[in-house]
């Protein structure tokens, strides 16, 4: 009997040191690698889902580079702590929680991936940003011209191509400031028929230039087109101006032209041979005093004015 209760006993003082052993070998152990804290910076941030936000008609007005970069505190044992660094910590924002436009403040989330290790705290904790509508829009296309053309060329018109209006995708609120895109040509330099790929410039109501910051994809270049023809200026002749006879006793003693002189175009073969051009001849019958009177230049087949395509004709009578 006095053995039984001796081995009983003796069990139980083995079951007390080794619970005592296991404590204190976790002190050891705790004491050998204890839990440390580290602040990761720089972790790059993976922004999820933005194409659910398109899906929903919606656009990002916020800059998102704003908020590429986080810094994360995190809690691991000491042995493990140094190969925790913004490589292995995965910082996302999940963008599928937005469906309509306004303000809306997101949580970062973080964890880390292949150490273990418990994130504590996350700076900045939320990202802030403005959503707003997505919508398309037609423009029209201008084109502003740079520079002089040389004097003796023309160029009787600018084509764009594909087409004189433009369809851009992007935020209301940015889009609804557009009045036009404006492509800008130097003629400077121009001396024959010529094609140039142009990049467009949006433009407000005020005349400025807007940044295409807010648009889906990029803005479109354009094609513009222009054929050069030659230009001079030739004067008026008055000489076969007039006909009929004036009042009796009256003659015709002189008659001007204003302008005196006008610029044409065409193809350099059909201006070649113009020295002057005449005009529709007006009648002075039964005329006794000076007067004006408006008459029709007459253009050779393929030359065309540059401005006046008529004069006025000053008329002198007397005795």
């Avoid at 005592?20 to 070998?25: L, N, T, Y």
């Amino acid at each position: 009997m006095a053995n039984k209760v001796f081995t009983r006993q003796r069990i139980i003082y083995m079951i007390i040191s080794l619970t005592f052993a296991i404590i204190f070998w976790g002190f050891v152990v705790a004491d050998q690698n204890p839990i440390r804290i580290k602040t990761v910076r720089e972790v790059s941030v993976e922004f999820k889902n933005t194409d659910q936000v398109t899906q929903n008609g919606l656009i990002i007005v916020s800059d998102l580079n704003e908020y590429d970069k986080a810094d994360v505190t995190v809690e691991s044992e000491s042995n493990l702590i140094n190969y925790i660094n913004n490589k292995n910590i995965i910082v996302s924002v999940d963008l599928a929680k937005i469906t309509t436009p306004g303000k809306h403040r997101l949580k970062f989330e973080a964890y880390s991936a292949g150490v273990a290790a418990a994130v504590t705290s996350i700076n900045p904790e939320y990202v802030d940003l403005t959503i707003d509508r997505l919508v398309k829009r037609e423009i029209p296309i201008e084109i502003v011209e740079k520079g002089s053309l040389q004097d003796e060329f023309f160029i009787e018109e600018l084509l764009i191509e594909p087409s004189e209006k433009i369809t851009i995708e992007g935020a209301y609120s940015y889009l609804n400031l557009i009045s036009k895109a404006i492509c800008e040509v130097d003629l400077s330099d121009v001396n024959s028929d010529f094609s140039k790929s142009l990049t467009l410039k949006l433009i407000d109501g005020d005349g400025k230039v807007i940044e295409n910051e807010m648009l889906m994809g990029t803005l479109p270049s354009v094609i513009v087109r222009g054929s050069v023809l030659s230009r001079k200026s030739v004067p008026i002749n008055i000489q076969n101006a007039t006909y009929g006879t004036p009042r009796s006793g009256f003659s015709v003693k002189s008659v001007t032209a204003s302008p005196d002189k006008v610029h044409i175009y065409g193809e350099k073969q059909a201006l070649s041979g113009i020295e002057s051009l005449d005009v529709k001849s007006i009648s002075v019958s039964g005329k006794n005093e000076e007067f004006s009177q408006t008459a029709e230049i007459i253009f050779p087949k393929g030359v065309k004015p540059v401005e006046e395509s008529s004069v006025t004709l000053k008329v002198n009578i007397g005795r």
